[in-house]
């Protein structure tokens, strides 16, 4: 198995979002049992679609586990696209995730990743192209009709591969 992020998205543009579903579905197997489809994703952030049927638990609602790995997913791509379109090959990873479960998630679901700060990107890339590794802490929230329901931080490192 394949573990790198962004060694097989092509370098030099964002991937379109079938491109990257494709990817993410061949790569992270799990992405595709729970259906999942990339929506949008450039520099200003990265959408995700789930349905509700395979995410969901005994009570009808989303799986806590499919909520977190579907954060998870959301950021870790807005990275590797980031990457990939920066024409950067590298491997990425979740050093550390939290999430708040705030609400429950009744019907199909869409999970944003939400873009680093212009000044949390660039000392990120400066880091980045000076040592070959960095981290950087992304967001990522799911909304059902407006209402907050998920928010999730995770802390990823990524190192250049030559």
Request: net charge negative; glycine share 6%.
């Amino acid at each position: 198995m394949n573990t790198t992020a962004s060694c097989d998205l092509a370098l030099g543009s964002w991937p379109t979002p079938a491109a990257l579903t494709t990817y993410l579905h061949h790569h992270i197997p799990l992405t595709a049992a729970m259906q999942l489809s990339v929506q949008q994703a450039s520099e200003q952030g990265l959408t995700l679609q789930l349905p509700l049927a395979p995410n969901h638990n005994h009570q009808g609602t989303a799986f806590g586990g499919s909520l977190s790995t579907a954060a998870t997913v959301a950021a870790w791509s807005y990275l590797s696209g980031r990457l990939a379109a920066n024409r950067v090959r590298a491997v990425v990873v979740v050093a550390r995730a939290e999430q708040r479960f705030l609400a429950p998630v009744a019907e199909d679901f869409v999970v944003h990743a939400i873009a680093p700060t212009e000044s949390d990107w660039a000392e990120f890339w400066q880091r980045l192209q000076h040592k070959g590794r960095a981290s950087l802490t992304l967001t990522a929230e799911i909304k059902p009709n407006g209402e907050l329901a998920l928010v999730f931080e995770g802390r990823f490192h990524v190192s250049v591969i030559e």
